[in-house]
């Protein structure tokens, strides 16, 4: 019913930047918190950061002062801005959508994940 492509990642050296991009589409009605996960090998799924509709934010610890996530409503897309990467930042980057799709059903969505390896 709804769909979440995640673009954007890819190979970067440590102090490089990424933009990650997550469309959301299908039978939307209106898309709550969309948020950013993560998942390196070995550790769980942790979430990075997440905005609301109304565009409040928070992040992990982890990537404050240096990742900002942000939204455009009309596309349905929230993005995630990648800067001082460190090798630690190394991860499947999962996007998640609170969804009220047209039947009135509220649920998460999830992306199929996309690569971030950041290299020494």
């Known amino acids: 019913q709804v769909q979440l492509v995640e673009s954007g990642g890819g190979l970067v050296q440590a102090g490089g930047s990424l933009r990650l991009s997550c469309a959301a589409s299908?039978?939307?009605?209106?898309?709550?918190?969309m948020d950013w996960y993560r998942q390196a090998p070995g550790n769980q799924r942790e979430l990075v950061a997440g905005?609301?509709?109304?565009?409040?934010?928070n992040y992990a610890d982890s990537v404050k002062g240096r990742f900002t996530i942000s939204r455009d409503n009309a596309k349905n897309t929230v993005y995630l801005q990648m800067n001082s990467l460190k090798l630690e930042d190394t991860a499947v980057y999962y996007c998640?959508?609170?969804?009220?799709?047209?039947?009135?059903?509220?649920?998460?969505?999830w992306g199929q994940g996309t690569q971030v390896t950041v290299s020494s």
């Open positions: 998640n959508a609170g969804v009220i799709d047209r039947l009135g059903i509220v649920r998460d969505y």
């Open positions: 299908g039978s939307i009605l209106i898309i709550n918190t």
């Open positions: 905005i609301t509709r109304g565009g409040s934010t």
